[in-house]
C-alpha cells in the first residue's frame, strides 16, 4: 500500500501537491514499509556523514548513468539497482539531497523516465531537516532485496535530445536556460566558483530565455509559492500551461529542477528536460550560439 498523501496545507494550490512531502510528514512516515527514502547528493560522499534514518544512497554519477554510452542505464540494469536498495514497483519513493535539491530533483526525473509510479520530493531537503534539529544516522542502511520487474526507459515524453532543442529554436518554442547569468552570456562555463570545464565554447542557445533554477526556491531551499512561480515563468517569461517547453543546464541537473517546478508545481503538460545540455550543445560543431 503506498504511503499517505502529505495534506500539508501550503501544497495544496500546486497543480500535483501529491509530488511534494514536508520534513514533518518524513518524521511521522519514517516507519511505513512501502516507504522509502533516497538521498542523493552533489557531494556523494555526503550521506555517509549522516543520513533520515532507514534512507538509502543514490550516486547520480555511478548508479543512474550507463558507464560506456552517454546514456542513463537500461530497464534491466535500473531493475536491479531498484532490487538492490529494497524498492518494488509499489514502493513509495521520497527523494531529497543538499543543495536546494538539485540532484535529487534530476534522481527523480531519471525514475520517471521509467515510470515508477509513485515518486515524491521533500520541500527543503537535507537542509531543512538539518535545520530542524531532526536525527541524523551514519551507518548505511541495508533493505531486504526486492524483485523489480524490468521496464522500458520512455524518453519521449520528458527527455529532450539535440534534435528536438533545434527544431524548438527554430520553431520560436519555449527554451529555459537555468543556469547562472555569467554562464547565459558565455563569461563562463560552469557556475561561479566552479573549475571552467566541459564545452568548447561559451553562450547560451538561440531564443532561450535565462531563469536561473534557485529563483523558484526560498532562502530555506523550499518552494517558492504559486503565485510567486507564476510571476516568474508566466508572467516574466511568458510561458503557458501549454507551451512545449525545453529546460537545460549544464549536465541536466539543475534543469531537472525547474522541470519539477514547470511539470509539478505549475502543471505544465509539455515540459522536457535536455540533459545534454550545454556540454553537448557548447561542443558541437556548427551549432548556433548566442551570447
Same mark, same amino acid.
Given at each position: 500500500?503506498?504511503?499517505?498523501?502529505?495534506?500539508?496545507?501550503?501544497?495544496?494550490?500546486? #497543480?500535483?501537491? =501529491?509530488?511534494?512531502? !514536508?520534513?514533518?510528514?518524513?518524521?511521522?512516515?519514517?516507519?511505513?514499509?512501502?516507504?522509502?527514502?533516497?538521498? !542523493?547528493?552533489?557531494?556523494?560522499?555526503?550521506?555517509?556523514?549522516?543520513?533520515?534514518?532507514?534512507?538509502? &544512497?543514490?550516486?547520480?554519477?555511478?548508479?543512474?548513468?550507463?558507464?560506456?554510452?552517454?546514456?542513463?542505464?537500461?530497464?534491466? =540494469?535500473? #531493475?536491479?539497482?531498484?532490487?538492490? &536498495?529494497?524498492?518494488?514497483?509499489?514502493?513509495?519513493?521520497?527523494?531529497?539531497?543538499?543543495?536546494?535539491?538539485?540532484?535529487?530533483?534530476?534522481?527523480?526525473?531519471?525514475?520517471?523516465?521509467?515510470?515508477?509510479?509513485?515518486?515524491?520530493?521533500?520541500?527543503?531537503? @537535507? @537542509? &531543512?531537516?538539518?535545520?530542524?534539529?531532526?536525527?541524523?544516522?551514519?551507518?548505511?542502511?541495508?533493505?531486504?532485496?526486492?524483485?523489480?520487474?524490468?521496464?522500458?526507459?520512455?524518453? =519521449?515524453?520528458?527527455?529532450?535530445?539535440?534534435?528536438?532543442?533545434?527544431?524548438?529554436?527554430?520553431?520560436?518554442?519555449?527554451?529555459?536556460?537555468?543556469?547562472?547569468?555569467?554562464?547565459? +552570456?558565455?563569461? &563562463?562555463?560552469?557556475?561561479?566558483?566552479?573549475?571552467?570545464?566541459?564545452?568548447?565554447?561559451?553562450?547560451?542557445?538561440?531564443?532561450?530565455?535565462?531563469?536561473?533554477?534557485?529563483?523558484?526556491?526560498?532562502?530555506?531551499?523550499?518552494?517558492? !509559492?504559486? #503565485?510567486?512561480?507564476?510571476?516568474?515563468?508566466?508572467?516574466?517569461?511568458?510561458?503557458?500551461?501549454?507551451?512545449?517547453?525545453?529546460?537545460?543546464? +549544464?549536465?541536466?541537473? +539543475?534543469?531537472?529542477?525547474?522541470?519539477?517546478?514547470?511539470?509539478?508545481?505549475?502543471?505544465?503538460?509539455?515540459?522536457?528536460?535536455?540533459?545534454?545540455?550545454?556540454?553537448?550543445?557548447?561542443?558541437?560543431?556548427? =551549432?548556433?550560439?548566442?551570447?
Amino acid at each position: 500500500m503506498p504511503a499517505p498523501v502529505d495534506t500539508n496545507a501550503r501544497f495544496q494550490s500546486y #497543480a500535483n501537491p =501529491a509530488m511534494l512531502v !514536508s520534513t514533518e510528514w518524513v518524521a511521522e512516515n519514517l516507519e511505513h514499509p512501502d516507504l522509502v527514502l533516497i538521498e !542523493s547528493n552533489e557531494d556523494v560522499l555526503l550521506y555517509e556523514t549522516g543520513h533520515i534514518p532507514g534512507a538509502v &544512497k543514490i550516486d547520480w554519477h555511478l548508479d543512474l548513468n550507463d558507464p560506456v554510452t552517454r546514456d542513463y542505464v537500461d530497464g534491466a =540494469a535500473f #531493475a536491479e539497482l531498484m532490487a538492490t &536498495k529494497g524498492i518494488s514497483r509499489d514502493t513509495t519513493v521520497v527523494f531529497y539531497g543538499d543543495n536546494f535539491n538539485w540532484w535529487a530533483a534530476y534522481a527523480l526525473w531519471v525514475f520517471s523516465l521509467f515510470g515508477h509510479p509513485d515518486v515524491r520530493l521533500l520541500d527543503g531537503g @537535507r @537542509r &531543512k531537516w538539518i535545520d530542524e534539529g531532526r536525527p541524523l544516522v551514519t551507518e548505511p542502511t541495508e533493505r531486504p532485496r526486492t524483485v523489480y520487474p524490468e521496464v522500458e526507459r520512455r524518453d =519521449a515524453p520528458i527527455r529532450a535530445f539535440r534534435e528536438d532543442v533545434m527544431g524548438s529554436m527554430e520553431s520560436g518554442g519555449g527554451l529555459v536556460d537555468v543556469r547562472s547569468p555569467e554562464e547565459f +552570456r558565455g563569461e &563562463k562555463l560552469h557556475m561561479p566558483d566552479y573549475p571552467q570545464e566541459g564545452a568548447m565554447r561559451g553562450g547560451h542557445i538561440p531564443g532561450a530565455r535565462n531563469v536561473p533554477w534557485k529563483r523558484a526556491a526560498n532562502d530555506d531551499g523550499t518552494f517558492r !509559492s504559486l #503565485a510567486e512561480l507564476r510571476a516568474i515563468y508566466q508572467a516574466e517569461v511568458g510561458l503557458g500551461e501549454s507551451s512545449d517547453v525545453i529546460t537545460y543546464c +549544464r549536465i541536466g541537473e +539543475r534543469s531537472s529542477h525547474t522541470w519539477f517546478v514547470l511539470r509539478h508545481l505549475l502543471g505544465f503538460e509539455r515540459v522536457r528536460n535536455y540533459d545534454g545540455s550545454w556540454t553537448e550543445w557548447g561542443n558541437l560543431v556548427r =551549432a548556433p550560439i548566442e551570447r
